[in-house]
């Protein structure tokens, strides 16, 4: 009876023994797994695909970032939303996309920003109205100006938008556009005419313009124009550069 119980005991302890040592085993093979897949040298991220937009965000710029994550590039480690987030910070980039392809490579994609006017002479404007925090002079190609207040900065860009439209049609193109508070408007044109439209039907007002611009010109020189004011209900004032003559 006690012979068979100390076989019992040794067979418990034995058991025991074996599911410690187990454990143990598990416990090392995760750790040594957890530290190969999280050393640099072990999955290293080498290469780099940039797809996209390229014309202000140059793939130096890209390198640049990934260098300040270079404790963490590893294909299992590396950190893609802080990533992410330090490229769309740059003024010229509205959107990222980052894909991890096995084993080695991260594609990153970016979608500058479509900037359609300068904004108050110190910013640019993308196509939503949004302010982008970019200097004027870092745009490859020039833009209308738009001036108001950053609040309202969509709301001018559809102003710009509407009259553009129907100018352009007309051949006319605005140089710049402003608008105060009361969202009252004024436009120059780019032969430096200075339309002042105020705040209400101001697409009626431009129309207005357009009928009469060519009667204006069959009678005055319209290179002496400073500006015609469109705000009367029954015509309009026409300020001259060379003095204060004025046709109502």
Do not use: C
């Not at 959107?95 to 359609?116: G, Y």
């Not at 904004?119 to 200097?135: H, Q, S, T």
């Not at 105020?198 to 009626?204: I, N």
């Amino acid at each position: 009876m006690w012979e068979k119980l100390k076989q019992i005991n040794v067979a418990r302890l034995i058991s025991a023994l074996f599911f410690i040592g187990l454990l143990y085993l598990l416990q090392w093979s995760y750790f040594s797994l957890k530290d190969w897949l999280t050393d640099e040298k072990s999955v290293p991220l080498s290469a780099l695909i940039l797809t996209g937009d390229n014309t202000h965000v140059q793939f130096d710029d890209v390198r640049n970032v990934l260098i300040r994550q270079q404790d963490r590039l590893n294909f299992f480690t590396v950190e893609i939303a802080q990533i992410q987030k330090e490229l769309e910070d740059m003024p010229w980039v509205y959107s990222v996309s980052i894909r991890k392809r096995w084993p080695e490579t991260l594609k990153i994609h970016i979608v500058e920003q479509s900037i359609v006017a300068v904004w108050n002479g110190k910013a640019l404007l993308n196509r939503f109205g949004e302010i982008v925090d970019a200097p004027p002079e870092s745009a490859k190609q020039e833009y209308v100006e738009l001036y108001g207040n950053d609040e309202q900065a969509g709301d001018v860009l559809t102003t710009y938008m509407k009259l553009h439209q129907l100018l352009k049609v007309n051949q006319f193109d605005i140089a710049s556009l402003s608008s105060d508070r009361r969202q009252a408007t004024s436009l120059t044109l780019q032969n430096d005419i200075v339309l002042r439209l105020g705040k209400e039907q101001k697409l009626d007002r431009v129309q207005s313009f357009l009928a009469v611009y060519p009667l204006i010109g069959k009678k005055y020189d319209v290179n002496k124009i400073d500006y015609i004011d469109l705000r009367y209900d029954t015509g309009f004032a026409i300020g001259w550069k060379s003095d204060n003559q004025s046709v109502n």
